[in-house]
Every structure is written in C-alpha cells, then in structure tokens.
C-alpha cells in the first residue's frame, strides 16, 4: 500500500531513503506536542520483505513525555507532524496508525515491538534522537541501533545497519509484545500521502 524507505540493497524503483536536513520552527514543534498518557516505551518497526525476509527499514517510536517518531532517512510525512532531522513530532494514535499504513503493502510487512521503559529511559532516547541529526541514505538501522545501544535495558541491543538484526534483539527483550501489520495493496501508491494529508489530525 505504501513507498516504503527501503536503506539497504533493496531495489532503486522502492528506495526513497536519505533525508535532507529539515528543522521545523520551534512555534510548531510546540503546537504539535502530543501526550499518549501511556506507560512509557520505546517500540521499534521493522520494513521487512514478505519474499526472503530482508529487513527493509527501521523506525523508532518513542513515548515518554511527549510521543515521537525517528523515522531515519524514510520518507513518510504528513503536513501536521512537523520534523526536525528525522524526528517527527505530534504522533497521536492516527499518525501513528497512519506510519504503519504507508509502510505496509503487498509486497512489505511492518513488524512492531514495544517494549515498556522508565520515564527516565524514554526521555533519554526521545534526547538522543533529537541530537542525533539527519540520517545520510543507507544509515537507518545504524541511526536506530545508535539511539537505543546503551540504554538501560538495551545494552544487548548490537550497533548495526541491518534492521533485522535489531528486530532479533528486541524480540530477546524483557516484556517485549510484537506485533504483525500486513496489508494486500498494490506497490504503486501513489496516493497514500495525498489521502493521509486529506485528513485531519485527531
């Protein structure tokens, strides 16, 4: 259903990883500021192909004192979540929803694993990815890996680029729940976009 940001040796024609440097004014960072009132957690979602089972790419999604998407080097956006450097404000459950939805497709699935975190640990990766900077192509798995290594409670967790490598690591993590999004539209989808920004936010 959704032009996934594909960051290793995946075709050219489903690639659209590298992200320019972008920095969203300060107005409406705060503007789109969201609170799940969750427990804390840091969930990852892994791209992976349902033929071979390549990981595709890996994205971050962190909820703590605000709930926030490392999206590195991808290229999901929506006019409502303003980004700064890959890191992607405002997720409420639709945008959320919406992440999943445009990575998901006929030929891709969207593993998720959440795993529960202290507020502490939250607030220390949502300040690392907001450190971390744009995210040159083919780097995503390494940009995620960077983030979460050293946490506590992550340190299993390897430096790597390959997003399946990171997903088997957060599958041996304590009171991690994983989660299988799979969707039977077409590769070409042009209009996911259009139709997500038709929307308005929750």
Known sequence: ????????????????????????PDEAVARARYVSGNEPSITLY???RKL????GHSGLLIDGSQRVMFDPAGTWHHPYVPERNDLHYGITEQMRKFYIDYHARETYDVIEQRVPVSAAVAEAAIKRAEKYGAVNKAFCGSSVSDIVSGLPGFESVPRTFFPNR?????????????????DGDPDNNHGVLLVQKAQAPE
């Open 1 to 24: 259903m959704r032009r996934i940001a594909l960051c290793l040796v995946l075709p050219l024609a489903l690639a659209a990883c590298g992200a320019e440097p972008v920095w969203a």
């Open 46 to 48: 892994t791209v992976v």
């Open 52 to 55: 071979g089972g390549e990981g």
């Open 166 to 182: 990171i997903r088997k690591a957060f599958s041996e993590l304590p009171g991690v729940t994983t989660k299988l999004h799979q």
